[in-house]
């Protein structure tokens, strides 16, 4: 397998899988937006050779497609799963040791290699303006590293084996840092950087951090990983590339060598500046607040460097290919940590984090009176509370009972919920608690809401198939519009504040009470373009599910508390952009027609469009 990026890169160009690009590109938005283009047209990578400002060439759309992801880990990919389900399923090994013999000997082959010389990547020192410095989006607040692999190590047991490899986006440039001295890191405390910082805060001294870029394309995809508890992302890095980690010490600071490029440097304790906004991978900016500032040690390149880079923004984009990647090299390891689990899917075009639709076993029901939703409600409960997970705002789960479910078939499976949920009795709120940091949708930062729409039992209605005609008589609200079986989007005046919006929901309510004869549509979708929401099926998910809040955002026809229990007839999900939702990711026209020109006939992208 690859030692390096390039080796990569001339196998993938070698293959047919990846494209040069020779005439000069600005990093400021247009290679973002070549690669946005290339991307949705499932074209190959991409090796822009010379980028304006940067004497480094610059690599993107790597992983692009899960068909290219499995040819560049060929090699090592079976390997690799078979370490994770050892991993999540000691009880093999044990069952057929002979079998699995070879796994064990992989992984110990795989532990990172220390090495007394730290080349070829520290054979030039550089600056951070000497880089590709990236920016995707207008409004993006500078340049960020896009693919980094962030290294720490912990502070109360220092060593390789004690440290934490993950992906936290990089601000090199814009805001309040100094140029060429400091930038900035977007993570929270909970992840494995965070609780090394919180250690090194504790001990009053500042802890040291190493950002990788390039290598190997495993490094890039260990980072990412969510691995079994034990498993060094590093041990990870070296098992998918055939090949160990190699790395060194230079000042205290861990160096990878097989690196393109490293930045060394300290987070002090209680030290933060201003960072983003970012166009981020909910189809909307994340926007400027305070995170911690590393102040830049040394910059490292190695000969002939190349800076990878991705391009994240409304769902489906390269980092959708990555979590198609990881859920095959992972497998069922949700199985193993969430007993009775069958499937959990989140919803790439819903964002991934907002939704998630998940099947369970429902076995308590034959010993109830009444058939309803009992085992899955405690699976619903850990899956809420399992990693990242717990980011979700909606959760869709079944019992599969008579006929197997498919989470990815995003229709059947919900027109199967709809069909049998009962909406007094197996609607469950989970209010002032924590989202997703990048979702504005909540009441603050990191704060909102969760539902839980459960389903097992008899079919109870037919899906309506067209809009319900006392859905085209509501006065104010109109174009109503069948997104799918059972769902109907009716658009509605702008949204202004929730306390005027309360009472205006409370109306429509009472209005489609009155009007009745909605029991085959028991999903109403208040929309501003309801002709947009309906017209497929990615733009109802991303939509709905990033632009509300369970808690604030869901009425019901005709709803009710009983014994705190919030019951309906219909429900109705507020899905209109309101004041304090970011702003949505919207390409620059100027630059859409300047990159034109790749994409014209005898261009080097001619045709791919």
């Given at each position: 397998?690859?030692?390096?990026?390039?080796?990569c890169?001339?196998d993938?160009?070698?293959?047919?899988?990846?494209?040069?690009?020779?005439?000069e590109v600005d990093?400021?938005?247009e290679?973002?937006?070549?690669?946005l283009?290339?991307?949705?047209?499932?074209?190959?990578?991409l090796?822009?050779?010379?980028?304006?400002?940067?004497?480094?060439?610059?690599?993107?759309?790597?992983?692009g497609?899960?068909?290219?992801?499995?040819?560049?880990?060929?090699?090592?990919?079976?390997?690799a799963?078979?370490?994770i389900?050892?991993?999540?399923?000691?009880?093999k090994?044990?069952k057929?040791?002979?079998?699995?013999?070879?796994?064990?000997?992989?992984?110990?082959?795989a532990?990172?290699?220390q090495k007394t010389?730290?080349?070829?990547?520290?054979?030039?020192?550089?600056?951070?303006?000497?880089?590709?410095l990236?920016?995707s989006?207008?409004?993006?607040?500078g340049?960020?590293?896009?693919?980094?692999?962030?290294y720490?190590?912990?502070?109360e047991?220092?060593?390789?084996m004690?440290?934490n490899?993950?992906m936290?986006?990089?601000?090199l440039?814009?805001?309040?840092?100094?140029?060429?001295?400091e930038?900035?890191?977007?993570?929270q405390?909970?992840r494995?950087?965070?609780i090394?910082?919180a250690k090194?805060?504790?001990?009053?001294?500042?802890?040291?951090v190493?950002?990788f870029?390039?290598?190997?394309?495993s490094?890039?995809?260990?980072a990412?990983?969510p691995?079994p508890?034990?498993?060094s992302e590093?041990t990870?890095?070296?098992l998918?590339a055939?090949?160990?980690?190699?790395?060194s010490?230079?000042d205290g600071?861990?160096?990878?060598?097989?690196a393109?490029?490293v930045i060394?440097?300290?987070?002090?304790?209680?030290?933060?500046?201003?960072?983003g906004?970012f166009?981020?991978h909910?189809?909307?900016?994340s926007?400027?607040h305070?995170?911690?500032?590393?102040?830049?040690?040394?910059?490292?390149?190695?000969p002939?460097?190349?800076?990878?880079?991705?391009v994240?923004?409304?769902?489906?984009?390269?980092?959708?290919?990555?979590?198609?990647?990881?859920?095959?090299?992972?497998?069922?390891?949700v199985?193993q940590?969430?007993?009775?689990?069958?499937?959990?899917?989140?919803?790439?075009?819903?964002?991934?984090?907002?939704?998630?639709?998940?099947?369970?076993?429902?076995?308590?029901?034959?010993?109830q009176?009444v058939?309803?939703?009992?085992?899955?409600?405690t699976?619903?409960?850990?899956?809420?509370?399992t990693?990242?997970?717990?980011l979700?705002k909606y959760?869709?789960?079944?019992?599969?009972?008579?006929?197997p479910?498919?989470?990815?078939?995003?229709?059947?499976?919900?027109?199967?919920?709809?069909?049998?949920?009962d909406?007094?009795r197996?609607?469950?709120?989970?209010?002032?608690?924590?989202?997703?940091?990048?979702?504005?949708s909540g009441?603050?930062?990191?704060t909102?809401?969760?539902?839980?729409?459960a389903?097992?039992?008899d079919?109870?209605?037919d899906?309506?198939?067209?809009v319900?005609e006392?859905l085209?008589?509501i006065?104010?609200?109109g174009?109503a519009q069948?997104?799918?079986p059972?769902v109907?989007?009716?658009?509605?005046?702008?949204?202004?504040?929730?306390?005027?919006?309360?009472?205006e929901?409370?109306?429509?309510?009472?209005?489609?009470?009155?009007k009745?004869?909605?029991?085959?549509?028991?999903l109403?979708?208040?929309?501003?373009d309801s002709?947009?929401?309906s017209?497929?099926l990615?733009?109802?998910?991303?939509?709905?599910f990033?632009?509300?809040?369970p808690?604030?955002?869901?009425?019901?026809?005709?709803?009710?508390?009983?014994?705190?229990?919030?019951?309906c007839?219909?429900?109705i999900i507020?899905?209109r952009?309101?004041?304090?939702?970011?702003?949505?990711?919207?390409?620059?026209?100027?630059v859409?027609?300047?990159?034109?020109?790749f994409?014209?006939?005898g261009?080097?992208?001619?045709?791919?469009?």
């Amino acid at each position: 397998m690859y030692s390096n990026l390039e080796e990569c890169i001339i196998d993938l160009e070698k293959n047919g899988h990846l494209v040069r690009i020779k005439e000069e590109v600005d990093p400021y938005l247009e290679m973002a937006a070549i690669h946005l283009k290339v991307y949705e047209a499932q074209g190959p990578a991409l090796l822009f050779e010379n980028v304006k400002g940067s004497k480094f060439r610059a690599v993107s759309n790597l992983f692009g497609t899960i068909e290219r992801s499995r040819f560049i880990f060929r090699d090592t990919w079976q390997a690799a799963e078979n370490i994770i389900a050892l991993r999540n399923d000691p009880m093999k090994a044990l069952k057929n040791p002979f079998k699995h013999v070879g796994s064990g000997l992989a992984a110990w082959k795989a532990l990172p290699m220390q090495k007394t010389s730290s080349e070829p990547v520290t054979a030039q020192e550089i600056k951070i303006t000497d880089l590709p410095l990236i920016q995707s989006w207008p409004m993006d607040g500078g340049a960020f590293v896009t693919l980094p692999q962030i290294y720490s190590e912990d502070p109360e047991k220092p060593g390789i084996m004690n440290s934490n490899l993950g992906m936290y986006r990089v601000q090199l440039t814009g805001n309040e840092y100094e140029v060429n001295r400091e930038v900035g890191l977007h993570y929270q405390i909970h992840r494995g950087i965070g609780i090394h910082q919180a250690k090194a805060n504790k001990l009053g001294k500042p802890l040291k951090v190493s950002c990788f870029v390039g290598g190997p394309p495993s490094h890039t995809i260990s980072a990412v990983m969510p691995l079994p508890e034990g498993m060094s992302e590093l041990t990870f890095a070296g098992l998918l590339a055939g090949r160990r980690f190699q790395y060194s010490y230079i000042d205290g600071y861990c160096i990878s060598n097989d690196a393109d490029f490293v930045i060394t440097g300290e987070i002090y304790p209680n030290e933060t500046k201003p960072e983003g906004p970012f166009g981020d991978h909910l189809g909307y900016y994340s926007l400027t607040h305070p995170f911690p500032v590393m102040r830049v040690h040394k910059v490292y390149a190695k000969p002939n460097a190349i800076w990878p880079f991705t391009v994240v923004g409304r769902p489906p984009q390269e980092d959708t290919s990555f979590g198609q990647l990881i859920h095959e090299l992972t497998g069922d390891a949700v199985k193993q940590e969430i007993p009775g689990v069958k499937e959990v899917h989140a919803v790439d075009a819903a964002g991934v984090h907002p939704l998630l639709f998940a099947i369970g076993s429902e076995r308590y029901t034959p010993y109830q009176p009444v058939k309803q939703p009992s085992e899955i409600l405690t699976i619903a409960n850990r899956i809420l509370g399992t990693g990242q997970l717990s980011l979700a705002k909606y959760l869709f789960i079944a019992a599969e009972e008579d006929r197997p479910l498919d989470t990815h078939d995003e229709v059947g499976f919900l027109s199967y919920i709809l069909e049998r949920i009962d909406l007094h009795r197996d609607i469950h709120f989970q209010t002032n608690t924590t989202i997703d940091t990048l979702d504005y949708s909540g009441t603050g930062l990191n704060t909102g809401s969760k539902v839980v729409f459960a389903a097992c039992g008899d079919k109870k209605r037919d899906l309506s198939t067209e809009v319900p005609e006392a859905l085209k008589e509501i006065r104010g609200y109109g174009n109503a519009q069948l997104v799918m079986p059972g769902v109907v989007a009716l658009q509605g005046p702008s949204f202004t504040d929730y306390k005027i919006e309360q009472t205006e929901m409370e109306q429509l309510s009472s209005a489609l009470g009155e009007k009745g004869g909605i029991d085959t549509c028991p999903l109403i979708i208040l929309c501003d373009d309801s002709s947009f929401l309906s017209a497929d099926l990615k733009n109802f998910l991303w939509a709905t599910f990033t632009r509300s809040n369970p808690s604030h955002d869901i009425y019901g026809v005709n709803s009710y508390y009983s014994y705190k229990h919030w019951g309906c007839d219909n429900v109705i999900i507020d899905a209109r952009i309101k004041p304090h939702h970011a702003p949505p990711l919207i390409p620059d026209p100027a630059v859409e027609k300047r990159i034109e020109r790749f994409f014209v006939k005898g261009a080097v992208l001619g045709g791919l469009l």
